[in-house]
């Protein structure tokens, strides 16, 4: 794969996108929100150490209302798509909890 020199255009473009539609008070609207993001069979995720692959699997991290909020890290490896645009092939999301 060659190098993008527009990496942080395309960086920038992403994150607003992504947390715009991650930031939804209804778990199933985000769910709905992200789906186009992953691919269905190539997109993995670690989350809190646990591994899921394909967009259902890593959704289902993410439909639900009931967590409080608390901070958090995430770290995407995006890949191209057949189209031309982009897709999360990889993910790693952390709750940054501390024990004070």
Known sequence: MSFNPDYENIATAF?????SKFDQGD?????Q???????????????EG???????GILAKFSTDDDPINPFS???ILRPN?????????????????NN
């Open 50 to 56: 646990v591994q899921c692959k394909g967009r259902d």
């Open 74 to 76: 995430q770290i995407f």
């Open 15 to 19: 994150v607003q996108h992504y947390y």
């Open 82 to 98: 057949s189209s031309g645009s982009y897709f999360i092939g990889n993910e790693i999301f952390r709750l940054d909890l501390h």
């Open 27 to 31: 778990g199933m609207a985000r769910a």
């Open 33 to 47: 929100g992200l789906s186009d993001l992953y691919d269905p069979e190539n997109s993995y995720m670690t989350f």
